[in-house]
């Protein structure tokens, strides 16, 4: 198979377990409601997921890369399915956490495993324009997926979407193990499989490596600390409708859907920090309107949510660019699951941290500003870092 029907199958798989991890925030609103929660209790629901993609990425640094890229892709698709399915049949509050969990086991190393996969397929210097497809995927969940779960959840019932995507993921599944090449080299790069302690200690004391997944970490804190409360804050202090929420996702990925692959081609060209720099900075601006915004117009809304979608994603895109190239082909696997483990034990760690912070008074998110300055403070660590990272051999 081609490499870009690869890329795009890959963006494919992307688009599916995305729209799920984004799903239980655009609808944070009703599940407040439905089960008569605040936002400590839907920050957990948030969390669970991310705390499940933890556990599971822990697992992942040790077996990884000891598989097919293909079985382990597979193998992981198959249960997000089922998790995400199930989760239409919940009735209670303790039950859809739990399940969130599981499901989290499952998807939440979807990305990093498709990262491995990119970076084994695309070189260094043309590796930008992948990345910018693969978050492309991203845009396309906003665009189509989520304004579509809203409807469907507005019109009939909440559970309705996750049954949609758990049996998209089915067929999903099997498109995968039709068409989907089997991926080995990594297995016989260098020719030697290293043990599971040797792996963890070439890592941290790889200096390089390590300042990669400190960035990849910290970037992550920073992006995802407003993330979680956006759309109830859109909903109960600017005064959107819960279908006008749509809108955000669906104007945001059409703008990220056109910025992404020409980021993508900039940081082939630019190189990673011009872009990277750039992007960082003009994300500050809608940052800090957003989480400041009170009662205003939909348009004026509508627009720093967009520009905050296309500067969000293109820090990523650059970041990640040069992080996958951190490491060499035959650890890369291990690596992408120990990124993965950070991250969403940072994304864990801000959504609880954004609970105990912002607390709903008087029908008003309160305190909702504080997130958006830990947002930029954080996000100022990471210029230091990105500068140090260095293109390891075989990228």
């Avoid at 060209?269 to 800090?288: N, R, Y």
């Avoid at 994304?347 to 997130?371: C, H, M, P, R, S």
């Amino acid at each position: 198979m081609a490499r870009p029907v690869i890329l795009f199958l890959l963006a494919a798989v992307n688009f599916t377990h995305i729209i799920d991890a984004m799903l239980i925030m655009p609808l944070g609103d009703i599940f407040v409601e439905q089960f008569n929660i605040g936002a400590e209790k839907y920050s957990y629901l948030v969390g669970a997921y991310s705390f499940g993609a933890f556990l599971s990425s822990i697992a992942g640094i040790f077996f990884m890369d000891r598989f097919d890229r293909k079985s382990a892709l597979l193998c992981l698709f198959i249960g997000f399915a089922i998790g995400t399915f199930l989760c239409s049949f919940v009735n209670f509050f303790e039950t859809f956490v739990i399940l969130r969990f599981i499901t989290g086991c499952f998807g939440g190393i979807i990305g990093s495993l498709i990262f491995a996969i990119v970076a084994d397929l695309y070189k260094f210097h043309e590796r930008g324009y992948a990345m910018g497809i693969i978050f492309g995927a991203f845009s396309a969940a906003s665009v189509m997926g989520i304004p579509f779960s809203l409807w469907i959840a507005a019109t009939f019932d909440w559970t309705i979407p996750f049954q949609v995507l758990g049996a998209l993921a089915g067929v999903m599944c099997i498109v995968v193990a039709l068409y989907f090449p089997n991926m080995t080299d990594h297995l016989t790069a260098k020719g030697v499989r290293k043990s599971n302690l040797q792996i963890l200690k070439n890592i941290y004391q790889d200096s390089n490596q390590v300042t990669a997944l400190t960035l990849g970490a910290i970037l992550i804190l920073g992006h995802y600390i407003i993330i979680p409360f956006i759309s109830p804050v859109y909903i109960k202090n600017v005064g959107f409708t819960q279908f006008e929420i749509s809108y955000m996702f669906l104007f945001g990925g059409l703008a990220t859907v056109i910025s992404a692959p020409i980021v993508g081609r900039m940081v082939d060209k630019f190189g990673v920090f011009p872009v990277f720099l750039t992007a960082l900075l003009l994300s500050f601006i809608p940052t800090l309107v957003i989480t400041n915004m009170g009662a205003s117009p939909i348009w004026y809304a509508l627009i720093f949510s967009s520009l905050f979608f296309v500067f969000a994603s293109s820090r990523m895109i650059s970041a990640n660019t040069l992080i996958t190239a951190a490491v060499g082909t035959e650890t890369r696997g291990s690596f992408m699951s120990i990124k993965a483990a950070l991250q969403q034990l940072s994304i864990f760690a801000v959504t609880i941290l954004g609970g105990q912070i912002v607390v709903l008074n008087e029908d008003q998110w309160k305190n909702y500003e504080i997130l958006g300055i830990l947002s930029v403070l954080i996000c100022l660590i990471t210029i230091p870092l990105i500068k140090k990272i260095k293109v390891a051999e075989g990228n």
